[in-house]
């Protein structure tokens, strides 16, 4: 064999190899989303978000209680961790650009985005759960808030840092104080950004398991009352998963499907967002 | 280009709220470290700081704990799936830097980067209903009969093949990591000056060699970072192994084994936790699962801020 033909023999395989890689990728994405599809569609009906759970065993019910618990669970917790990380953006992006400290928040941001979530359902035990002796729907959402801020607080950073300096020199000049530049210049020319970090960061948190079973647990009734446990959607599709029985199983699917969706349909929105806004 | 303009009373004011916040992730960090060492001093105190990390004993009934099989479980299902993970991703960042047609750069970029908004529930649901069943009955006899006939692997493929065991395990993590570290190292290629490939292709270099004598060198430490980073990840995933693993404390030479990982352990026991020393050792075992994935994501993060520094955008 001639040195052409075995470096084109390499460049075939390596080429052949790479493309072989991103098909496993593809399928196992079509694969999980396929599986998902069939098993969830088939278990689609009004009685899912109509009706509360029936008793272990017995035909029918739905999960009323886990749609609201989780939508109410996960709108706290954005009402908690939203500000908190917008804020907290925008002191590293504004008042304390370029310092040392804004680095070290950054990067220490950074490595909260993938602590395991699993910890923070534990600290929020310790500290919420234990202390008042029952499980609950704050808790619930305050844990998952935690989990929110330095998702938040990164994207602010980085949305606020893509507003062309110029532009607060231009506010500046005019004798504007720097609260008013970062309300009426730079939120304004960063809020499509900012509102798309904010949905991305819904979109993490809205699939999370871990840190709600022990903050918020479950509840198998239908429940407004956060000081007490709430079901979620998440938890409900563990508990229901792993029990005994047909009819548990069909609705975890059904759930599963409609959690898949709304969390893909979300990111992608947020990234055709971005794409749209910062297409340079 | 930090600004001094604090003359207005409001101004101040919102500078300090903004402080507040951007401190609140420090609080919560020194929070978790706290709340942790306070809750798992019991465990600490009863079974010894290092004893307890070295001790296979897991029995609630004695109220005798242990971290080791934990640890045990949470290293070899994180190192399995980086094995399968890695090559992957890589081979995926090549094909989609350097291989595939305009038009399937971005659709393909964004498939496996959706692959990592899946819910890792959705994982471990799928993992137990459909890949668990699949792996019980064709893979894993089929590897039996192949690799685990082989002298000292076949140790790795002993007993009967269930599903619900640290190889499938690894497998559905594997699948969660691929995307992080394929979307990281599709970004180090990126960094590649395109120029320096263009003057490779022009002296007559295959796309391959390419790729391994000019974008692999230029981004090694990026995509090692990216790597890292998926270890982080997978060291601390829970729902996704919560529901194949089996949760079975044991140390085990095979891999088509039940065993238990930290999050594993934490999902299916804190709730049922009924005596004081229990409850303070799940917190130890929290703690020393904080202290792993921190020190992890921060090597990774280190590595990732000098790839960025050095071929900076």
């Given at each position: 064999m001639t040195v052409e033909q075995r470096r084109k023999l390499e460049n075939l395989t390596a080429l052949v190899l790479s493309t072989l890689a991103a098909a496993f990728g593809l399928f196992w994405l079509i694969f999980i989303l396929g599986d998902v599809l069939v098993h969830g569609i088939g278990a689609l009906n009004a009685d899912l978000f109509l009706s509360d759970p029936a008793p272990p065993g017995i035909e029918g019910g739905g999960l009323r209680n886990a749609f609201v618990g989780q939508i109410m669970i996960t709108f706290f917790a954005t009402l908690i961790g939203v500000p908190i990380g917008v804020l907290g953006g925008t002191f590293l992006a504004e008042?304390?650009?370029?310092?040392r400290f804004a680095r070290i928040i950054s990067v220490l941001s950074d490595i909260m985005v993938s602590v395991p979530s699993i910890v923070i359902g534990t600290f929020i035990y310790a500290l919420l759960v234990r202390p008042l002796g029952h499980f609950s729907g704050w808790a619930g959402s305050i844990a998952l808030a935690v989990i929110m801020i330095p998702v938040v607080l990164r994207t602010t950073e980085d949305m606020l840092s893509l507003v062309p300096w110029t532009l607060r020199e231009a506010a500046f000049a005019l004798g504007a104080p720097y609260y008013k530049v970062i309300m009426k210049v730079v939120y304004r020319g960063a809020a499509t950004g900012i509102l798309t970090g904010v949905l991305l960061s819904i979109a993490r948190v809205a699939g999370e398991t871990a840190p709600l079973l022990f903050t918020s647990f479950n509840n198998n009734f239908f429940s407004w009352d956060m000081n007490g446990p709430v079901a979620s959607l998440t938890v409900t599709v563990f508990q229901y998963a792993m029990g005994p029985f047909e009819e548990w199983h069909t609705q975890a699917w059904a759930a599963s499907l409609l959690i898949t969706l709304f969390i893909l349909a979300i990111t992608i929105l947020g990234r055709a967002i971005i794409k749209w806004r910062y297409r340079s | 280009m930090g600004i001094t303009l604090r003359k207005d009373p409001i101004d101040l004011f919102f500078s300090a709220v903004t402080a507040v916040a951007a401190c609140s992730v420090i609080a919560i960090i020194l929070g978790i470290v706290f709340v942790l060492i306070r809750e798992s001093s019991l465990a600490i105190g009863k079974f010894g700081f290092f004893a307890f990390l070295t001790s296979t004993d897991w029995n609630p009934v004695t109220e005798s704990f242990g971290a080791a099989t934990t640890i045990f479980g949470t290293i070899v299902t994180t190192v399995l799936a980086l094995v399968i993970a890695v090559p992957t991703a890589i081979g995926i960042a090549i094909f989609v830097t350097e291989v595939a047609p305009d038009f399937l750069k971005g659709p393909i970029g964004i498939a496996i980067e959706l692959l990592a908004a899946i819910p890792s529930i959705i994982y471990g649901m799928w993992g137990l209903f459909t890949l668990a069943p699949i792996m019980a009955n064709h893979i894993e006899p089929a590897l039996q009969s192949t690799v685990g006939?082989?002298?000292?692997?076949g140790i790795l493929f002993e007993?009967?093949?269930?599903?619900?065991?640290l190889f499938t395990a690894s497998v559905i993590l594997s699948i969660m990591i691929i995307p992080f570290t394929a979307s990281i190292a599709r970004d180090s290629f990126n960094l590649t000056p395109a120029v320096v490939k263009e003057s490779a292709y022009g002296i007559g270099a295959t796309k391959w060699e390419v790729v391994k004598n000019i974008v692999l060198p230029y981004s090694k430490v990026g995509v090692f970072g990216g790597v890292v980073l998926s270890l982080g990840r997978a060291l601390g995933e829970t729902m996704a192994v919560a529901f194949v693993?089996?949760?079975?404390?044991k140390i085990t030479s095979s891999l088509l084994d039940a065993a238990a990982t930290i999050t594993v352990t934490l999902a299916n026991e804190f709730t049922e936790a009924d005596s004081d020393v229990y409850l303070s050792s799940l917190f130890y075992l929290a703690l020393v699962l904080f202290l792993m994935s921190f020190i992890v994501l921060a090597i990774a993060k280190f590595f990732l801020l000098r790839a960025e520094k050095r071929y900076g955008r």
């Amino acid at each position: 064999m001639t040195v052409e033909q075995r470096r084109k023999l390499e460049n075939l395989t390596a080429l052949v190899l790479s493309t072989l890689a991103a098909a496993f990728g593809l399928f196992w994405l079509i694969f999980i989303l396929g599986d998902v599809l069939v098993h969830g569609i088939g278990a689609l009906n009004a009685d899912l978000f109509l009706s509360d759970p029936a008793p272990p065993g017995i035909e029918g019910g739905g999960l009323r209680n886990a749609f609201v618990g989780q939508i109410m669970i996960t709108f706290f917790a954005t009402l908690i961790g939203v500000p908190i990380g917008v804020l907290g953006g925008t002191f590293l992006a504004e008042y304390a650009r370029g310092t040392r400290f804004a680095r070290i928040i950054s990067v220490l941001s950074d490595i909260m985005v993938s602590v395991p979530s699993i910890v923070i359902g534990t600290f929020i035990y310790a500290l919420l759960v234990r202390p008042l002796g029952h499980f609950s729907g704050w808790a619930g959402s305050i844990a998952l808030a935690v989990i929110m801020i330095p998702v938040v607080l990164r994207t602010t950073e980085d949305m606020l840092s893509l507003v062309p300096w110029t532009l607060r020199e231009a506010a500046f000049a005019l004798g504007a104080p720097y609260y008013k530049v970062i309300m009426k210049v730079v939120y304004r020319g960063a809020a499509t950004g900012i509102l798309t970090g904010v949905l991305l960061s819904i979109a993490r948190v809205a699939g999370e398991t871990a840190p709600l079973l022990f903050t918020s647990f479950n509840n198998n009734f239908f429940s407004w009352d956060m000081n007490g446990p709430v079901a979620s959607l998440t938890v409900t599709v563990f508990q229901y998963a792993m029990g005994p029985f047909e009819e548990w199983h069909t609705q975890a699917w059904a759930a599963s499907l409609l959690i898949t969706l709304f969390i893909l349909a979300i990111t992608i929105l947020g990234r055709a967002i971005i794409k749209w806004r910062y297409r340079s | 280009m930090g600004i001094t303009l604090r003359k207005d009373p409001i101004d101040l004011f919102f500078s300090a709220v903004t402080a507040v916040a951007a401190c609140s992730v420090i609080a919560i960090i020194l929070g978790i470290v706290f709340v942790l060492i306070r809750e798992s001093s019991l465990a600490i105190g009863k079974f010894g700081f290092f004893a307890f990390l070295t001790s296979t004993d897991w029995n609630p009934v004695t109220e005798s704990f242990g971290a080791a099989t934990t640890i045990f479980g949470t290293i070899v299902t994180t190192v399995l799936a980086l094995v399968i993970a890695v090559p992957t991703a890589i081979g995926i960042a090549i094909f989609v830097t350097e291989v595939a047609p305009d038009f399937l750069k971005g659709p393909i970029g964004i498939a496996i980067e959706l692959l990592a908004a899946i819910p890792s529930i959705i994982y471990g649901m799928w993992g137990l209903f459909t890949l668990a069943p699949i792996m019980a009955n064709h893979i894993e006899p089929a590897l039996q009969s192949t690799v685990g006939r082989l002298p000292l692997i076949g140790i790795l493929f002993e007993g009967t093949p269930m599903g619900i065991d640290l190889f499938t395990a690894s497998v559905i993590l594997s699948i969660m990591i691929i995307p992080f570290t394929a979307s990281i190292a599709r970004d180090s290629f990126n960094l590649t000056p395109a120029v320096v490939k263009e003057s490779a292709y022009g002296i007559g270099a295959t796309k391959w060699e390419v790729v391994k004598n000019i974008v692999l060198p230029y981004s090694k430490v990026g995509v090692f970072g990216g790597v890292v980073l998926s270890l982080g990840r997978a060291l601390g995933e829970t729902m996704a192994v919560a529901f194949v693993l089996g949760n079975s404390h044991k140390i085990t030479s095979s891999l088509l084994d039940a065993a238990a990982t930290i999050t594993v352990t934490l999902a299916n026991e804190f709730t049922e936790a009924d005596s004081d020393v229990y409850l303070s050792s799940l917190f130890y075992l929290a703690l020393v699962l904080f202290l792993m994935s921190f020190i992890v994501l921060a090597i990774a993060k280190f590595f990732l801020l000098r790839a960025e520094k050095r071929y900076g955008r």
